[in-house]
């Protein structure tokens, strides 16, 4: 069964920067696509960045050029990295499987930007 532990949030100030991590066990990690999500209070979960599994990316148009996502296939690890936060990316952060997520969630971590 896949388990997914997300960490690294926190509260930070505008223009300011975090790193999230994602450890995966329970699967093969280097053959599935995976993506970082989130859902803010009263909003549906939104796709936020996803890699395949040979490398590609993609991102949600509200965090092109600020947002990086990345992985370790050897730590069976999947990171993303925020630069320039604005208020607007305030939510819980998940990591999952992409296009197609797995059954189960993580717990998430709580991202909070404000002055």
């Known amino acids: 069964q896949v388990q997914l532990v997300e960490s690294g949030g926190g509260l930070v100030q505008p223009g300011g920067s975090l790193r999230l991590s994602c450890v995966v066990s329970g699967i093969i990690f280097r053959i599935y696509g995976m993506g970082w999500y989130r859902q803010a209070p009263g909003k549906q979960r939104e796709l936020v960045a996803g890699?395949?599994?040979?490398?590609?990316?993609n991102y949600a148009d509200s965090v092109k050029g600020r947002f990086t996502i990345f992985r370790d296939n050897a730590k069976t690890t999947v990171h993303l990295q925020m630069n320039s936060l604005k208020p607007e990316d305030t939510a819980v952060y998940y990591c999952?499987?992409?296009?197609?997520?797995?059954?189960?969630w993580g717990q998430g971590t709580q991202v909070t930007v404000s002055s």
């Open positions: 890699m395949s599994r040979f490398g590609a990316t």
């Open positions: 999952n499987s992409h296009p197609d997520t797995f059954g189960s």
